[in-house]
Each structure stands twice: as structure tokens, then as C-alpha cells.
């Protein structure tokens, strides 16, 4: 939307927007998420949530593939979910206080087109908010403001008897992934947080990339670079079948890992018998495809994608498979991680094609719950944790990208190779999902209702406690 345009609808909205601000927008600064107890939905307990999130996700990345991939719109299936709000994603220490206008301002947001630009969360902050419910501050993996370790969603399923899972484009101890289930004080160090996921944690399945003998391409190396996978000790005794693993049934015994690594293992996982806990890290080492070689350039598609490893939804499908057995129910938090190293290089070709990867797996997971569960039984979320690469349809102005027809790259204008402010959107269907938009209780001008990232943690914990 052109400013000319926006001014004015702010005209309209101011009345409504300052009493907003006068309550939170930037006044004090939201700590923790509301109340639980103050929350009811329709019904109170889910069996089965589903968090997914398309890391670097803002308005614009879902227009983009929308319009390359159909021609308009409003056409993904998220995208006709019946709660549909806004989200602000601001870290602790960039939510200011009310002198300096932190947090997230939807007057100056709309007013200055640099004011998105600044204030920023990184991925484990966000991440970190919306498992725990608490702000912390940038790369806090799991740990608040003193680096004390928080619960996460996941834990608190796992002591319900409920299995869990964390999947990902890219490395499974990348910041996302890893700030559902680890805690660490700084998201780089890589190696301690894949050991507390795979020796130390509770959790069911992990997906993700970060094989330590194959390049970004899927070619075998000749030597191995292990970090993202705990250290050559851990990997080994993964491939062995040696690893002591922890208790993750709480029947006093270690839970040993069965270890996939192949593609046609993980097609092989989508049906039929499955272990009761799974890795699996597909033969590549940082991405599944948006860090292969070619013209990193060029237009979607156009460079031949790896052959050797899963998509997204394949590996959807299979962590689903394992979890399901569960009578329980479980937690499953599916990334797509690329979205973002796409958005921060700019790369508009691979941004459509990793955006497009997380909307067929956000189809196939509504194809699960339709087929093997039920929407009155299991809550499906689908967001972001911030918007990465300021994306506009015109350089200098907060637009929208312009639809130039299916099949052909949309006009986009990449206006910062960092992460942004910016509102980004949520989509949530099933058991408790109006509950979110009790939640949304802050205005802005152009996106409507929004709620804060922690409150996602909030809604979460009152419809499975």
C-alpha cells in the first residue's frame, strides 16, 4: 500500500490506535505474556499443536510466492484459516520503554519508512518468546535477561505425557529449532546445543540439516565439519547406535535414537511401522536447498534443485507418522528456515522457491489433521518469528510487491539485508484458535489486530494444561 493511501486510513484509526498506545504501544514494556489464567477458548484442551514457522516470513514473502505460484492473493490455504491476525516480534532489549519509543509503534511504523528497520529480534529471542512465553534478549537460546533457564512448551508436554518434535530447512541447531528445546546463553554455540537436543532432551524427533559429511550441493566431503551436530564423538555414536540417550518415556531408562540420513528414508518414514524416537539429517550440510550452488541470483527455479535430499513436507509427513502414535497427543514445531537465509541475501528466486517449500508442508499438514486427526482435536499455527529483508514492491516505499502474473517473479525491492520490526502475519486453525484473537488486543493502522509473539506461548499452555 502506497503512504498516500495509508494517511489516509490513519485518520480513520487514530482514535482507536492511541488508546492502544496509551495502554502498551510503547508505553510499559510487556516482560512476559498475559495471564493464562484470564484465557478461555471454545473448549479447553487440545490434543495435538502444531506450531509452523517460516523464519524471515513477513506480508511480502507470502504475496510473493501467492503471486508466482498462483497468479493472486489470499491463495495459500493459511490464508482462508479463520483466525488471521497480526504479530509484533521485538526482543527484550529492543522493546524500549516509553520515553524512546520501543517495542513496536503501528503510528511510526506507517509514518517513517525507516522506523521498521530498527529495534529488531534475531531468531533465538523470537523463537525463545514464543516457546516460553518470556522476552529475552538477541541470541538467548532458552534464557532470560540473566541467563536462567526458562520452560519451554515442549517440556511442559513432555510431562504430560505428550511427545514432541522440532524439524527445520536448516540446521536442527539453528536458532528456531534449538529455542524450542535447548538453553543456552548464545545461539553460536552450535555444538552444546545439538548435545543438550540429542543427549540431554525429551524430545521424540529432530529434522534438520547440518550433516557433517556432505557440502551444501549434497556432495560428499572429505572431511567433516561436525559443529551442527554436537562434535564427531556425538555423530559417531549416532551412526553406531552407541549413544547414551536420555529417558525420554519416563520409564527410568535411556531412549535410544534410530538415525535416518537418506531421502529414501525419509520418504520410507511418511507410512508404515516407525521407531519411537528419530533423528534425521538429510545428506547436506546448511540448508536442504537455498544455500546450493548456481547463479544464487537468478529466477525461481531456474537452477536444478539437490536431488539427494527431503522437502519439507516429506519430512512433515514422516515427524507426524512418529508422533501420532502417541495416544497422548504431541507438540510439533516445523520451520522453514531458508525463507530467511533467502530474505537476508536478498535472493528473490529462492525466497519464492522456500516460501513455496513451507506452503506445500503447511498442506500437507492440514491434509494430516483432515486425515488422521480432526480440527476439533488439534490446533495448527503458522507465522513467523520476524521479517527479514524489508520487502516492498517499490525501493524506498512500504508497499506491497506487484503481482506480474503466475509463473513470473513478482516486482520486489529488497530495502535492508537484516531483519526488521515489522508486524508479521498469524494464522491459526482448530481447537482454541479464536482464543488468539482475545489475545490480539493492539491496533495497527494497515494489519488490523495484532497480539505479541509471547502471547502464542500463553494460549498454548491454557489449551493443553
Known sequence: MQLKKIGKMMTSVMLCAA??????IPGVPAVAAKDADSLTGNG???KNVIVMISDGMGYNQVAAADYYTYGRSGSQIYEKFPTILGMSTYSLENQGTAADDGAYDPLKAWSDFYYPMQKSTDSAAAGTAMSTGTKTYDAAIGVDDEELDLSHMTEEFEAQ???TGVISSVEFSHATPASFVAHNASRNNYSDIANEMIRDSATDVIMGAGNPLFDDNGNVKTTGSYKYVGGADTWNQLVN???????????????????IQTKAEFEALQTGETPDRLIGVPQVYTTLQQARGGDQKADAYEVAFNDNVPSLDIMAKGALNVLDHNEEGFFLMIEGGAVDWASHANQSGRLIEEQADFNQAVE???DWVEENSSWSETLLIVTGDHETGYLTGTAGV???VVNLGTGTMPQ???????HTNALIPFYAKGKGAELFKKLADEVDPVRGAYLDNTELSAAIRQLTD
Open 19 to 24: 488508546v492502544v498506545l496509551t495502554s502498551g
Open 398 to 400: 512500504n508497499d506491497s
Open 241 to 259: 547406535g552407541t549413544l547414551e540417550a536420555a529417558d525420554a518415556d519416563g520409564d527410568g531408562e535411556s531412549d535410544p535414537w534410530t538415525l
Open 412 to 418: 520486489m525491492a529488497w530495502n535492508s539485508g537484516d
Open 364 to 366: 500437507a499438514v492440514c
Open 161 to 163: 505425557g505428550k511427545s
Open 44 to 46: 479447553k484442551t487440545a
